[in-house]
């Protein structure tokens, strides 16, 4: 069975604050996915990682891909306010095979 | 263009009824996901269709579940009899067919049904 660790669960950091959310697995993954879920709401994709080593931006929002496609990051610079909600990384284990394995989440409050 | 929709957006059930709950998928996407969030843990897939055929039901939990997507369009999950631990948040899916054109498509996902089982 495929896991994806993800941490930290929790993160309260101030406005204009720098952080980074990590999703480790011993697996490796044809692709990773972070989406972000709103209260009362389903999770929303925000970007998609294919290539090992390879890094998409998003405004601040930068995500990584590691070299063995076994983990990734999300880094947030000068974080704001807008940016708090649940952050979800997802695995897909096979091409073809679309199901997604997702990590447990981080839940992130920043405050003004 | 409308979005996954599902139904209801809350349910509140004593242990050994029945509930069904309903997704409607984007127009179009032949491909639909069942995924659920049980308190504590991660979001977990449960089953995906491809039109109105199973793909992959690997992660339904046991026979107490039964879902069905009768001429491609919505799909249904049924619980019955209903336990104390499917209580959780359910969601569904729906992805366009990419045909192999690109190595991962974009799942969307519905707003989720709550479930309690009391």
């Known amino acids: 069975t495929q896991l994806l660790e993800q941490s930290p669960q929790f993160l309260s950091i101030q406005e204009g604050e720098n952080l980074t959310v990590y999703c480790n697995s011993s697996s490796v993954f044809s692709s990773l996915q972070w989406y972000r879920q709103e209260p009362g709401e389903g999770p929303v994709l925000l970007v998609t990682v294919v290539t090992g080593g390879e890094v998409k931006k998003l405004k601040r929002l930068t995500f990584q891909f590691g070299d063995a496609r076994k983990d990734s990051s999300l880094h947030i610079t000068a974080a704001q306010p807008g940016d708090t909600g649940l952050y979800l990384c997802a695995g897909v284990n096979i091409q073809g095979a679309q199901k997604l394995v997702f990590g447990q989440g981080t839940r992130l409050t920043i405050n003004p | 263009e409308a979005g996954v929709t599902q139904f209801p957006s809350h349910s509140v059930i004593e242990k050994g009824q029945t509930v069904t709950l309903r997704c409607d998928p984007i127009?179009?996407?032949?491909?639909l996901y069942w995924y659920r969030r049980v308190m504590g843990k991660e979001i977990k897939f449960l089953l995906h269709?491809?039109?109105?055929?199973?793909?992959?039901e690997s992660g339904m939990p046991n026979n107490r579940f039964l879902a069905e997507r009768t001429g491609g369009t919505y799909s249904t999950l049924k619980v019955q009899p209903a336990e104390l631990e499917d209580s959780g948040v359910y969601f569904c899916?729906?992805?366009?067919?990419?045909?192999?054109?690109?190595?991962?498509?974009?799942?969307?996902f519905g707003p989720g049904t709550r479930l309690t089982v009391l």
């Open positions: 127009s179009g996407h032949d491909n």
């Open positions: 899916a729906s992805s366009q067919d990419l045909l192999g054109l690109a190595p991962t498509d974009t799942q969307y």
């Open positions: 269709f491809v039109k109105e055929s199973k793909q992959d």
